[in-house]
């Protein structure tokens, strides 16, 4: 009945100390289904081996079967803790492939979906990872300010985490009436909420004795494993997409990328914190800066590109979000290729858990934040 | 008989009207011309019948308590369904343990599997016999009250390590070898805080330790070994593995560790056997640190739940905000830092002794 | 021996920022809900389920069972079956059977329906004890909107 | 940079079957043989240093599947996509995972997805899906369970 069939691990036999350890699928801290067959002695880990696939639904194979404007609502389930990211690189190939030119105030839209899902997906993730150090307080902080963002998603476009609101050429509906009271709200009130969260976890010496140090993941080998997002930032790589492709309108705001220079478990948490209230300052001009008028381009009613071959990608919370379409000009895609960051940032984990004990691999998978859905597709 | 000064007694001076009922049944007794033993023994069984009545419904009161508070914390409700204020919501959590079905995994080694929640319950129980509650009330008042104490309490180790290695599963074994660990390492502090406080009272019968901080708040405790109730209470904390030193049970890395593979009622044993120890250990602070059950006013047994329950919230508190110490930082923490700090603790108490 | 006590100080520090921030909490307020007695105020976008209300003016559905939605749908949780009553021009839907367990609340069938004949309700506690409860026939159900929902219907998803 | 001059200056050392571009990007088809070599070499002397993903995309109609590689230089933001034509019948080609780690995911799914071979992979096993479940991104790819989207 020894499962590990699949699984090219061996506990040495005259090292009497080794065992192996399945971890997962079903376990508090694999975030969904993952699982983890660990090489242990006493408590440290010789050799890890990640075992994926639990919740693949063939959404690349769906894709051929659906019609470019059917495709958004499943991208929501990918990443679903910022499903409007992944909308975005998606609607921003089949604008690309068909040349649609987007009005200014859906790019400011987007701009602003955009940093509150990141905002969203970072609070989730220092929720969730307070749980896997043992703290189970900051889940309920930072849901508090979670559940406010939703509610101001929801408001916008009928969703609380499959928001389907994104579409070729722009956005369903205009903003509701009052969306900017209850982001002013919201803006004028989370930088304190960042400071306690800080103060609560982050900064707490217990916390900072388990993350100073452990997982070191240097600059090269990020990018050699392509690592993206604010786990590269964390080891001191000025790559942020914003800032390099600079789409939709973040080529005219004023923000930057969060750096840190050790790449180990707090800086990506430090890195993280950074990045909200960086976000915070993007909503804030956003605000200021975004016009009257439409939010949807002319679009054909049939979407139907030319031939061609695309890819774009934009910067999830965590990494690049690409979408490749390579279409054959009918009025399904012939291919497409969803490219998630946790596939890349979940690919490290092997390098830098090794050497550690069991709680720093748990305190390691929860700072590379990955979300197992986005994995699997 | 002078009813209103009974009463008094009973509250206010608990010792005196149980000898006399003690001595009343004694003679009455011995008329009957049987063995004395048999009356001591009858005694010795209501008292334990009393204990783990208290047991029961202290703990279910304790985890109501727990949940309401890590509730206010976290700017939620906690229990509020079952019974006004959700007050019966461990009573129907206990039921439904109750009902559950005992599972004992297979290859699991039966005995251990079975012995160690009992283990870890007596343990707990063993030590109320030297609590106490109140003037006089106290099972039994032995003159190494202190010394018991720290032994007893120390056994509840083995029912931790026989519930890691019967469950025959590797997150119980890690759990019960991390607990073994911890619990030797946060002893040697634990003791020597203690050994301060019996240095100060000269004594180690617990009626004594609390005689000594008299009735005046200035002379208890915890004013000369303030360092030693905080390390006190950090080694107790340690030594009844919750809060952030929850390591054998952390459930983010082991799942549950040592009762990963236990159900109903004998889950339901360490879960009271949980919340017991940490009354214990607030009892036992409240007890060589805030003067015991003496204060003005108050009945004693008030003043010693009042106290036992300011030190569970303090516990409690600390709980609910810290994240989990990584296992090899705890060794350090108690080898590098606690150790030395209850070494010197211990000699500048010593020394003041002396001088003064 | 300097920074063995520092770090012990800054510790400590740290760890009473924690309890700090914990204790302040503690005089707030909840933030819950008590669920199934109290209610979010839900927005009027709000997506539950799909239904085909009434139209108070007509007295009947506004369908008339183009099949736009049906092809609009990703997951074909729509079917419907046309009727054209005698002396009318229109056709109508006999039947509409919605297929609760596929759907997947993308209101694409929403916008492709170009009489407004039906909406996403507020509709969301949705759990049923059988599965064949969650094939729904809207045309048979004759809902009615209230409230908010309702004006946005008869405006035709128009807020004020 | 432009595709035309980015092409100019890879064209000698890289031996390219074809080329185009697409969309501003420069799309280069190479041999089966030559693969591993000039991903080495674009990532080496080029400074193409991130590899955004790796696939394929299966093209019954030629009776060949291609497989993608693209790649992004953080110095110089260019972007490249680097394809290689591979029989349907018994694809199989180099696996750049010793010059890109992460290739090494991204092939174990492509070789799953599409029943290509890697040779040289430093870990063959299957990845996400189960062992029914056979090369299901193929155009051609039948299951008992699988029904495509019926026309409405």
């Not at chain 1, 559940?147 to 956005?171: Q, S």
């Not at chain 1, 990045?275 to 800066?289: A, N």
């Not at chain 2, 360092?227 to 799942?255: C, K, M, T, W, Y």
Request: hydrophobic share 45%; aromatic share 10%.
């Amino acid at each position: 009945m020894n499962n590990y069939s699949n699984i090219p691990l061996q506990a040495s036999n005259n090292g009497a100390d080794e065992y192996i350890l399945n971890m997962g699928p079903q376990h508090p801290s694999t975030h969904g289904v993952l699982r983890l067959v660990l090489k242990l002695e006493g408590e440290t880990v010789k050799d890890i081996v990640p075992d994926l696939g639990y919740v693949h639904r063939g959404l690349e194979k769906l894709f051929e079967n659906r019609a470019y404007g059917q495709i958004i609502p499943y991208l929501d389930r990918t990443d679903y803790l910022s499903a409007m990211n992944n909308e975005w690189a998606y609607v921003m190939a089949v604008e690309k492939l068909m040349a649609i030119e987007v009005p200014q105030r859906a790019e400011f839209m987007r701009v602003i979906f955009a940093e509150l899902n990141r905002i969203m997906s970072h609070l989730l993730w220092y929720s969730a990872y307070g749980m896997d150090v043992g703290a189970l307080t900051p889940l309920l902080y930072a849901f508090r300010e979670r559940e406010e963002i939703i509610d101001m998603v929801e408001a916008a476009c009928g969703g609380r985490l499959t928001h389907n609101y994104y579409r070729i050429g722009g956005f369903r509906q205009d903003l509701p009436k009052g969306f900017f009271d209850m982001l002013k709200k919201f803006i004028s009130h989370f930088n304190d909420k960042v400071d306690e969260y800080e103060a609560l976890l982050i900064n707490n010496v217990i916390f900072m004795k388990r993350a100073q140090g452990v997982g070191v993941l240097k600059k090269e080998t990020a990018i050699n494993y392509g690592v993206t997002g604010p786990n590269l930032r964390a080891s001191g790589a000025d790559i942020d997409l914003r800032k390099q492709d600079a789409y939709g309108v973040y080529g005219r705001l004023d923000f930057k990328a969060c750096l840190r220079d050790n790449g180990d478990t707090w800086d990506r948490c430090k890195a993280r914190m950074a990045e909200m209230r960086e976000s915070l300052k993007i909503l804030k001009q956003c605000m200021d800066m975004i016009p009257e008028g439409e939010v949807m381009a002319k679009v054909p009613k049939i979407i139907k590109p030319a031939a061609g071959e695309v890819y774009t990608r934009v910067e999830g919370p965590k990494g690049e979000v690409g979408v490749y379409i390579v279409s054959d000009g009918t009025e399904k895609p012939y291919r497409i290729k969803l490219r998630q960051p946790s596939f890349s940032n979940l690919s490290v984990i092997k390098e830098i858990t090794i050497g550690h004990k069991i709680a720093d691999l748990v305190a390691i998978m929860g700072s590379l934040d990955v979300i197992i859905p986005e994995i699997d597709r | 008989m002078d009813f209103k000064k009974l009463l008094w007694d009973l509250f206010y001076d608990t010792g005196k009207p149980l000898s006399q009922f003690y001595a009343w049944a004694h003679n009455l007794w011995m008329q009957t011309g049987l063995p004395g033993f048999i009356l001591d023994v009858f005694f010795q069984l209501v008292i334990a019948v009393v204990i783990a009545v208290f047991i029961a419904l202290n703990a279910i009161w304790i985890i109501y308590y727990e949940r309401k508070f890590a509730a206010l914390l976290q700017i939620r409700k906690g229990p509020n369904r079952v019974g006004p204020f959700g007050l019966f919501q461990t009573v129907a959590d206990t039921v439904k343990m109750l009902l559950k079905e005992d599972i004992n995994p297979d290859k699991s080694d039966i005995l251990t599997f079975w012995a160690a929640p009992f283990i870890i319950f007596a343990a707990s129980f063993g030590v109320f016999l030297v609590i106490p509650f109140g003037n006089g009330l106290i099972a039994g008042d032995v003159n190494i009250g202190m010394l018991y104490v720290l032994a007893i309490s120390g056994l509840a180790v083995i029912g931790i390590l026989s519930a890691g290695f019967g469950s025959n599963s590797k997150y119980s074994l890690i759990g019960g070898l991390r607990s073994a660990a911890q619990v030797i390492s946060y002893e040697i502090p634990m003791v020597l805080t203690v050994l301060a406080v019996v240095m100060l009272a000269g004594s180690l019968k617990m009626s004594d330790i609390v005689a000594a901080q008299t009735g005046n708040p200035l002379k208890w405790y915890f004013i000369p070994q303030i360092v030693g109730l905080v390390l006190f209470l950090i080694a107790g904390n340690a030594e009844i593995n919750r809060g952030p030193f929850d390591l054998p049970e952390a459930e983010s890395e082991l799942v549950s560790g040592f009762i990963t593979e236990y159900s109903g009622m004998k889950f339901a044993m360490f879960f009271l056997a949980e919340y017991t120890n940490l009354f214990l250990t607030s009892a036992l602070a409240a007890t060589l640190f805030l003067g015991g059950w003496q204060g003005p006013f108050l009945p004693p047994v008030v003043w010693f739940m009042l106290k036992t329950y300011f030190i569970v919230t303090i516990l409690m508190w600390a709980r609910w905000t810290f994240p989990r110490i990584r296992v090899d930082h705890l060794m350090a923490f108690s080898w590098k830092i606690l150790l030395p700090i209850a070494l010197l603790n211990l000699l500048i108490t010593a020394f003041l002794i002396k001088v003064i | 021996m300097i920074k063995y006590v520092s770090e012990i100080i800054k510790g400590i520090i740290s760890l009473m920022q924690g309890l700090g921030v914990t204790l302040k909490h503690a005089f707030r307020k909840p933030i819950t809900l008590q669920y199934p007695d109290v209610k979010a105020d839900l927005p009027v976008r709000v997506r539950g389920r799909l239904v085909m209300p009434i139209d108070p003016e007509k007295n009947d559905n506004r369908c008339t069972a183009c099949n736009l939605c049906v092809k609009a749908c990703p997951n074909l949780s729509i079917r419907t079956e046309k009727v054209v009553e005698d002396g009318k021009a229109k056709p109508k839907a006999a039947k509409y059977n919605y297929n609760l367990a596929t759907c997947m609340f993308c209101n694409l069938c929403v916008e492709a329906c170009p009489f407004g004949a039906i909406i996403m309700s507020e509709e969301y506690e949705l759990a049923v004890r059988d599965k064949s409860e969650l094939m729904i026939d809207l045309v048979a159900e004759k809902y009615v909107l209230k409230g908010k929902k309702e004006k946005y219907f008869l405006t035709k998803y128009k807020e004020e | 940079m432009t595709t035309q001059e980015l092409l100019e200056k890879i064209k000698g050392k890289i031996q390219i079957v074809e080329s185009k571009e697409d969309l501003g990007v420069l799309n280069i088809t190479v041999s089966k043989s030559a693969l591993k070599n000039s991903i080495a070499s674009l990532k080496d002397d080029f400074g193409f240093d991130h590899m955004n993903f790796m696939t394929a995309i299966d093209l019954p109609a030629d009776s060949c599947i291609e497989a993608v590689y693209r790649l992004y230089s953080n110095t110089t933001k260019d972007s490249i996509v680097i394809k290689v034509k591979l029989d349907r019948k018994e694809p199989k080609t180099d696996s750049v995972a010793g010059i890109f780690r992460t290739a090494n995911w991204h092939e174990r799914e492509t070789a799953e997805m599409f029943g290509i071979e890697f040779a040289g992979h430093p870990d063959p096993r299957r990845f996400l899906l189960t062992e029914d479940i056979i090369n299901p991104l193929r155009k051609d790819f039948t299951h008992p369970d699988f029904n495509p989207m019926p026309k409405v």
